[in-house]
């Protein structure tokens, strides 16, 4: 009986020494840095754009710095027209940034809205997202666009 006790509790202490360890493995690898994460905004930005053309998008345009009304480039894909709203941050982007592009992607009379981020994003702003639309491109969506 002890000794069953023993094994129990050996089993047990492994199991919860695996599970600290693989949340740590996720948590490191959700947040490892990337080249991108050293990027100023309008680096940020030109990063973003060849992203896209290297993703197949045509016509990539970085608008000007101050004053775009909120969209940092336009593209056109598959005869799909783009505005996209790129935030190199280092916390999560929250809702300004959708306001900014569903403004953006209306006055550049553009199909699709899209924030591009070296982040993630905040609950209120996937909501928003979702109630207007726009596409959100987290971290690990722009990392893969890389991949490719």
């Known amino acids: 009986m002890f000794r069953d006790n023993i094994i ?3 089993i047990g202490a492994a199991v919860v020494l695996l599970a600290v ?3 740590y493995l996720i948590k490191r690898h959700k947040m490892r840095p990337l080249p991108m994460d ?6 940020f930005e030109y990063y973003c754009a060849d992203l896209l053309k290297n993703n197949g998008f045509l016509e990539v345009e970085v608008t000007k710095g101050s004053g775009d009304f909120g969209a ?9 027209t783009y ?11 929250g809702v300004k940034a959708i306001q900014e592009i569903y403004a953006g992607r209306d006055y550049y009379g553009r199909m699709v809205g899209v924030v591009m981020t070296n982040q993630y994003f905040t609950q209120p702003a996937v909501e928003l997202a979702t109630k207007l639309n726009i596409m959100l ?3 690990g969506y722009v990392d893969n666009m ?3």
């Open 8 to 10: 129990y509790a050996v």
């Open 21 to 23: 360890l693989i949340l």
């Open 38 to 43: 050293e990027m100023e905004g309008h680096d």
């Open 72 to 80: 940092d480039i336009l593209a056109e894909k598959d005869g799909v």
């Open 83 to 93: 505005a996209f709203q790129c935030k190199c941050y280092d916390k999560p982007i």
């Open 137 to 139: 491109w987290d971290r």
């Open 146 to 148: 890389e991949k490719k």
